[in-house]
């Protein structure tokens, strides 16, 4: 293994989830607080919708979440996904990269090697089999700007075939939802994001959520992590398990989307959201549906089948 792949100290995060094989972590004693009542119908039903969209319009890519905002919905897909036999990948790349201007020679090198943990470096895109989707909130495209930004430049210096990379690539923004009229001006059409024209049509997608549901994610709901903008990139504390106050709030809710996703109702409501997008006659779209139907025996933590029924589960977790 090369210096360029090592992958860089990160966020630790806690794996809820059994999905790509692992096991995942006794939480011991991190309970959620007495006081604390689960995220609102409202957050649960807008996110599996949005979530389904993101799946359909993905073409059966990989799925790369940037930064935290949408923590909830990798922790939905890998407690929908668990013990499925779909056979790609949830990862995480939690970094801050919204603007670049003051990174050093060296943050800018610890980025390349963050997303070559993720399999974002030329060399290994332009040699992957299935695409790969990154997945974030979106208001104005920095973050997308300043990775693809560094990505291609990379790319120029690596020579590696531009023309099959760009193939490999998708972008894709979860915005927020807002009445559409023929003036209503999109993140892709700013002068700053004209890279977007670099890639094929259709792959810079945008789906919506509601505008309450993205601001909760974006900016208020609780998070496992801290933030990690490249000033903490080298911190040997950023990665140490977290002990914020709020840490086990966070983690309540963390817990509670993955156990939505083992939920029958919630994966049968994925499959009929998906149905209904254009894209769903597509076979890698298909073979999500199909693996979301399946139900295999549970092998989590103590080996029992999860109960279903979301709300109540979360309760249990409370004692």
Not at 76 to 89: I, K, M, N, V
Not at 122 to 136: F, G, N, Q, T
Request: aromatic share 8%; proline share 7%.
């Amino acid at each position: 293994m090369t210096a360029e792949t090592v992958p860089p100290p990160r966020p630790y995060r806690w794996s809820l989830s059994a999905f790509g094989g692992g096991r995942p972590d006794q939480l011991g004693t991190l309970p959620a607080p007495r006081d604390q009542s689960p995220p609102s119908e409202l957050v649960l039903s807008e996110l599996t919708a949005v979530t389904a969209k993101v799946l359909a319009r993905s073409d059966g890519a990989d799925l790369c979440f940037l930064g935290r905002s949408l923590d909830s919905m990798y922790d939905l897909l890998t407690g929908a996904l668990e013990h499925s036999p779909w056979d790609g990948q949830l990862l995480r790349l939690p970094v801050s990269c919204t603007a670049d201007d003051h990174w050093s020679p060296a943050a800018a090198r610890r980025f390349r090697e963050h997303l070559a943990a993720v399999g974002l470096q030329p060399y290994a895109l332009a040699r992957r089999k299935r695409p790969i989707a990154l997945v974030d909130v979106v208001a104005w495209g920095r973050s997308y700007g300043t990775l693809h930004r560094h990505l291609a430049t990379w790319i120029e210096e690596t020579r590696e075939p531009w023309a099959v990379i760009r193939r490999k690539l998708r972008y894709i923004g979860v915005t927020s939802r807002c009445r559409s009229s023929p003036n209503t001006r999109r993140w892709q059409q700013d002068p700053d994001n004209d890279w977007v024209r670099t890639l094929p049509a259709g792959q810079v997608t945008n789906v919506s959520l509601d505008h309450r549901v993205w601001s909760h994610l974006a900016n208020d709901q609780l998070k496992v992590n801290e933030s990690f903008p490249h000033w903490n990139w080298f911190d040997e504390p950023s990665t140490l398990t977290p002990r914020h106050h709020q840490v086990a709030r966070a983690l309540a809710e963390a817990r509670y989307f993955t156990d939505a996703g083992r939920d029958t109702a919630v994966r049968e409501e994925l499959i009929r959201l998906m149905a209904r997008e254009p894209g769903f006659a597509g076979r890698e779209q298909r073979r999500i549906a199909l693996a979301l139907r399946t139900r295999a025996t549970s092998r989590t933590g103590s080996g029992t089948r999860p109960r279903t029924g979301t709300r109540a589960r979360y309760k249990t977790g409370n004692r």
